[in-house]
């Protein structure tokens, strides 16, 4: 029998409640006491991954160190965390078909009928064992997406019911639930969150522990009429009031006492109180900055934040290191011209490019880099951000005629940035990017280097064009240097590109808010935002 004990967190009455974070925030409880801990996510959608979804349905994109495309909670995960995910950590439906599928195909089956039960459960049986089987672990908590009812969400619960019947006093479920307000009366209400409990009691899973997520406190009253009625311990009624940040959550939970809970459901002992200055100490410095600054963030997909999840976050977790308030102007590059640049970007300190896929708004965030890089204002590219200031210094600069990147002009005159070579013969789209981490040597005495402060690093990718090594020559000349290198018998891919004679103009081809966390804030974004407060200084 495994020494791993797991727990399930799921989810009722609406989806968008933040099981992530509430599954972050007990992660970093846990870890805070000693436990080693791993957090992984189960999504019901059909989709391989979600490398192919529209941001606009499904959020960011969440990159690992192994090239899987995940969700965007493995971000929550790793920055609460601080430490690496893997393909491991998110499973969907469709990964859980596909693998069962492939087995029937290959006989592993021996001609049995193929069925939901056992096939399709065990399986998500096995994914949820993996992680604990191959890693040194000793609490794995696995998140279902989705809401309990749907019809999607049915086989995780299955399967999350027979490993509870399977590993007796090893497992425990923590169940997320709304209360809801009703203004008129000035109330909190109970009986959705009964109702989401009697649905997984249909399934045959008793929550051992309730997390009500609210607008205002939960009193012991109704704490005393949800336990009588959910048959779970009162202490077992966890109040989760809506917090300024997601930081605040760890903190909230403690106070709660989540984790003691937890620990006693699977007898586990206490280890010691939970160790969480560091955490504390960048609550602090959150919520009492010295300066401020107003940064940029130009992009297409502007109407839905979670689009640019893990940036946002970086620039926080910069803005901490270096006690600075980051205030982000969010800018639809659509709506950007050279009529209307000067108005937007004028009162900025620093301007983000972020990264993207496909043609629109392009021309918004060439005419937005121009602006900063004849103006001195800290810019900063990211991927397809980068791309685009290799394409605005070819046009404007170098004076490179019908300059492009052949991902927006297949037969553009001068296509300084081309599909990779590795890329030119595939056709599906589903994880076929060159993704995850690569090696990058940085050229000594660049901003580059003296960022890093090192020579050698390894950053996260997601991208199929790159930096066209033709016309090299010309940028450098020009004073645009390649102070990155990845070097690799394909041919040398250009990483990082900065202006010499401007206070911060960087691009990278890489995701750096990828690898942000709030105990290492990336020094990339460090960086960035103590130009802009430089910026700031002298306008």
């Not at 929550?207 to 406190?217: A, G, K, M, T, Y």
């Not at 590109?497 to 401007?502: A, G, S, V, Y």
Request: hydrophobic share 35%; proline share 4%.
């Amino acid at each position: 029998m495994s020494s791993v004990k797991y727990i399930f967190v799921t989810g009722g009455v609406t989806s968008s409640l933040g099981k992530g974070i509430i599954s972050a925030s007990l992660a970093k409880l846990l870890q805070a006491r000693g436990y080693k801990v791993a957090i992984q996510k189960l999504d019901p959608y059909i989709n391989i991954d979600p490398g192919t979804l529209n941001p606009y349905e499904h959020g960011e994109c969440y990159v690992t160190n192994d090239g899987a495309e995940t969700d965007l909670d493995l971000g929550h995960y790793e920055r609460f965390l601080n430490t690496a995910t893997s393909q491991a950590n998110n499973v969907t439906t469709g990964r859980i078909y596909q693998t069962v599928i492939n087995k029937e195909r290959e006989g592993a089956y021996l001609g049995k009928t193929v069925q939901v039960i056992p096939h399709i459960t065990d399986e998500i049986k096995r994914c949820i064992k993996l992680l604990g089987e191959t890693g040194d672990y000793e609490i794995i908590i696995t998140e279902i997406g989705g809401t309990v009812g749907d019809i999607e969400s049915l086989p995780y619960i299955e399967a999350v019911r027979q490993q509870i019947w399977e590993m007796a006093g090893n497992c425990c479920v923590i169940h997320l639930t709304l209360l809801p307000y009703l203004a008129t009366t000035g109330e909190l209400k109970t009986k959705p969150t009964q109702h989401s409990v009697k649905t997984l009691l249909e399934y045959g899973i008793q929550p051992d522990i309730l997390v009500c997520r609210s607008e205002h406190p939960v009193n012991q009253e109704l704490k005393r009429k949800i336990a009588l009625f959910c048959n779970v311990n009162i202490n077992a009624v966890i109040e989760s009031i809506d917090a300024p940040t997601i930081y605040d959550v760890p903190l909230l939970m403690m106070k709660e006492q989540l984790d003691k809970v937890v620990l006693n459901k699977l007898r586990l002992n206490m280890r010691h109180e939970p160790d969480m200055e560091q955490w504390k100490a960048f609550l602090g410095k959150l919520k009492n900055p010295v300066n401020e600054v107003k940064i940029g963030l130009i992009g297409k997909y502007i109407e839905l934040k979670d689009a640019y999840k893990s940036i946002s976050e970086s620039l926080i977790h910069a803005g901490v290191a270096n006690e600075c308030n980051v205030k982000v102007e969010w800018i639809h590059s659509e709506k950007l011209d050279k009529d209307n640049i000067k108005d937007k970007l004028k009162n900025l300190h620093a301007v983000l490019v972020a990264p993207g896929f496909g043609n629109r708004g392009i021309e918004g965030k060439i005419d937005a880099i121009e602006f900063v890089r004849k103006n001195n204002i800290p810019f900063l590219g990211i991927c397809l951000g980068m791309q685009c200031a290799v394409i605005e210094f070819s046009r404007n600069v170098l004076k490179l005629e019908n300059a492009n990147s052949t991902e927006m002009d297949p037969d553009a005159k001068n296509p300084v940035i081309d599909i990779m070579a590795s890329q030119k013969d595939i056709t599906r789209k589903g994880g076929t990017m060159r993704l995850g981490e690569y090696p990058c040597v940085l050229l000594k005495g660049t901003k580059a280097a003296g960022i890093y402060n090192k020579s050698k690093i390894a950053e996260r990718h997601r991208h199929r064009f790159e930096f066209n090594n033709k016309y090299l020559k010309k940028f450098e000349e020009a004073g645009m240097i390649a102070s990155g290198i990845n070097q690799s018998p394909l041919g040398d891919l250009v990483e990082i590109i900065e202006l010499k004679n401007h206070p911060f103009f960087v691009g990278v081809q890489f995701h750096p808010e990828y690898k942000s966390t709030v105990e290492n804030p990336h020094p990339l974004f460090v960086k960035f935002v103590k130009a802009a407060m430089e910026r700031k200084s002298v306008v």
